[in-house]
């Protein structure tokens, strides 16, 4: 088992900054929830990259919000480390507490580490290229075996937003319609985590941003999972979406995608 | 601030139970997922049934897998618990940590106490009927304020299936298309909850037993909020499915009822 000793502790302190924000009840008179969440998310990115900077001297970030201290994605850096502060943040609003924070550690355009962390559930997920296995904690995670769509179990990245929706259904269908059970989540890191430790045996995104997917990548290809472009081809966390899933089912998936 | 400390516990204690099946890697070789939510169901109602015997002899008790330990719900009782030990089995399986324990307390026909326990992130909502507020934990809760749909998070009651997609968009497609966000969710007792707590402003769903809203009804009434049978009648939990909204919101529903 090899971790990031420093980055387990960055995550749980932004972790404790997100749960305050999270608990605390919005004012209504003040500033509406979503000033709230993004008050959080700021916080949460402030905290990270300040933390990251000092522990990680001279390594490029990339965090969505946090402006002159995370300069836009540069290509041409060697290690960098990419931050989700809040992913899930409708879910933070609204109460639910399945949301994540996501930090990934890229070499050469690869990830390198990969650490996804719920503050609410204290669920830490992790993996180490070099090493080649993933963790919940200090248990090593393998994906489902599934085989079966009709026992399988599968999420897809919607939140109840018709065009989305359509989306998925004129392209998965069949999976939509003949899976045991499919969810709508809107919580990539965590759910292809989940995927990762065989809860889940899919995940489709098409949306996903890459600092919702980078880290959770390398989990699931390391719990023994397929982990793919939306369009099939070979995984890339820099493109928008992603699909997730055991290799039998990856398998099933591929048959389906019209 | 008036709550049931025997109900409390035996919640806390349930919830337990629950925690341990839901961090339980699920066994491939031995029994799928479904059988283990299953196993956990039933461990966390016979406990609740067993206790709630004990702690109030005499009283009928309500709940839908214990068999003859819980006989079938009866209309000439007086005072009755209805019992729902794991409301959002879904997300038990798929590893997201939203779902929760419902117990509620019958008395001529009416909800006197309702209790709702989320054992992982410890959120225990509760109300009852003579003291007329709603709880989080010690915190008086209260529903949001929103009036404008543009500005509203509504949460519907449907997984990835598109009949029942199809079948909301068909009566609310105006509310899917005009809100802020909207979200789709599997667990009515806690939505219910974060509609009392101001987290969503309103709830939509077609399907929810007796069991998983008897208990939060009351916590949505005593939080300020309007609560409704889904064919916007007056409500009553022996009924399916629910409607509840601040009381701005659910003016703008009613108008949008199709």
Redo the contacts between chains.
Sequence with gaps: MSQNEEVHKILVEAGSLLKCYYEE??K?DEK???ELVSEADLAAERLIVTRLRSAFPGEAIYAEEAGEDAPDYDRDATVRWIVDPLDGT??F??????FAISIARERDGQIAEGYVY?P??E?LFYSTRSEGRSYLRD?P?TV??TADLG?A????G?????DA?RK??ARW?PV??RC???????VPSMTL??VA????DAFIDFGCSMEGQAAAALIVKNAGGVILNYDLTEHDHRNKGALAANPHLADVLRHHAT
Tied chains: 1, 2.
């Design positions: 009840a919005p209504w509406g929830r979503f409708a879910n609003v609204a109460g639910i507490p399945y719920n609410v559930s669920e248990d995670i489902s075996e026992d179990l599968v999420a897809f919607f939140s109840a937003n018709m929706i998925y259904y269908g939509f319609e045991r059970k499919g969810l709508a989540v809107i985590c989940n430790r065989g809860r889940l």
